[in-house]
């Protein structure tokens, strides 16, 4: 790590104690004597590798889960871990500094993907509950023909590595870092949709209902009023006639 000295001077900029400053300076060696020069690791992929054989949670120490490191650590697995992903999360934001002089932080492809894999085992309804997110009207990420929640994902992958405090307050930024980041982030739920798939469901649906381009949502016959709309006509007439309601006169 050449730009040690530089990294010193910056962390003593950030009102960091000597002791903390010799901590940070103490993990990263040895992150480093583990995983190789941290300098060409941040310019490979931002350390986003690093970050992965590091991340490790209070419950996987719950559940006995080994350490996806390969760094001997004495005590607590999570603490420590924790400690270097700390630690590792300074170096980074220090040379985002130095390149961008952004409020980019630590967020990296790696950590967006693990949040992404959450909110697919979780679903999108509770993600966002267990996160305190709203269902955004605007910015999904399309990945693997699937979409998430940008600003989210963008949140809950930053926190993972600098911690609960951490928050991207606002959506268009949010979009700005999760596309640099090499992600396509679509502008509004009507895109959300590949052109290709809709005209593949159209076909599906086409292909069951064969008489529904001829006859149309109108109709009182054929195969998609037999199954979906018959029934449903029936139930509204049987609604009204119990209410007494009087159906609009058809203007056309």
Same mark, same amino acid.
């Given at each position: ?75 607590? @697995? ?14 980074? =934001? ?12 630590? @967020? ?8 992404? =894999? ?9 993600? @966002? ?45 949010? =979009? ?58 029936? @139930? ?17």
């Amino acid at each position: 790590m050449v730009t040690e000295n530089e990294f010193k001077k910056w962390m003593a900029g950030e009102g960091l104690a000597l002791s903390s400053i010799s901590t940070r300076i103490s993990d990263l060696r040895r992150v480093e004597r583990h995983f190789g020069d941290l300098d060409t690791a941040y310019d490979k992929d931002g350390c986003a590798t690093i970050f992965e054989k590091l991340s490790y949670t209070a419950a996987d120490q719950t559940a006995g889960k080994p350490n996806p490191s390969g760094i001997e650590i004495e005590g607590s @697995l999570y603490e420590g871990l924790s400690g270097y992903k700390s630690s590792l999360a300074a170096y980074v =934001r220090f040379r985002n500094s130095e390149t961008e002089g952004s409020d980019t932080g630590i @967020l990296t492809r790696a950590a967006v993907l693990a949040a992404i =894999r959450e909110c697919k085992e979780l679903g999108t309804g509770t993600f @966002l509950n267990k996160h305190k997110f709203r269902r955004p009207r605007t910015y999904w990420i399309a990945e693997n023909e699937t979409f998430y929640p940008c600003k989210a994902i963008a949140n809950v992958a930053l926190r993972a590595v600098e911690g609960a405090d951490t928050q991207i307050r606002d959506a268009t930024r949010s =979009r700005e870092l999760i596309s640099r980041l090499g992600f396509r982030v679509v502008d509004s739920l009507d895109e959300r949709l590949d052109p290709a798939e809709f005209e593949r469901l159209k076909q599906r649906f086409l292909s069951k209902f064969s008489d529904f381009e001829r006859l149309g949502f109108g109709a009182s016959e054929g195969g998609y009023f037999d199954e979906e709309r018959g029934y449903k006509d029936a @139930l509204l007439e049987k609604d009204r006639r119990r209410w007494k309601i009087v159906p609009c006169p058809n203007k056309n």
